[in-house]
Nanobody, 116 residues
Framework: QVQLVESGGGLVQPGGSLRLSCAASGFTFNKYPMSWYRQAPGKERELVAAITSAGGITEYGDSAKGRFTISRDNAKSTVYLQMNSLKPEDTAVYYC?????????WGQGTQVTVSS
């Protein structure tokens, strides 16, 4: 079955960096776009970044532009989110998502907390 397993979250000080990973299995990873979303307490889930199947095209939410970078390694069936210059407002649970066959698949999420 489809599995998406996020890792790399944690507690970081403002201005710091984290790299999130999402290991995928159960589907042909290199055929589908992937994306990262986040959800802060009391807020709706929002798009952070997305990447096409071959990695040639990326898209970012306004909050991520200029600070975050999405990438993927199709040989490892893994998508990454490099987050730099983190701010307290980046605190959220971060989820990776795969869309195919008309279904959205989500990982369990990884908590990112930005605090001094």
């Amino acid at each position: 079955q489809v599995q998406l397993v996020e890792s790399g979250g944690g507690l970081v000080q403002p201005g710091g960096s984290l790299r999130l990973s999402c290991a995928a299995s159960g589907f042909t990873f290199n055929k589908y776009p992937m994306s990262w979303y986040r959800q802060a307490p009391g807020k709706e889930r929002e798009l952070v970044a997305a990447i096409t199947s071959a990695g040639g095209i990326t898209e970012y939410g306004d909050s991520a532009k200029g600070r975050f970078t999405i990438s993927r390694d199709n040989a490892k069936s893994t998508v990454y989110l490099q987050m730099n210059s983190l701010k307290p407002e980046d605190t959220a649970v971060y989820y990776c998502k795969a869309d195919f066959g008309g279904i959205a698949y989500w990982g369990q999420g990884t908590q990112v907390t930005v605090s001094s």
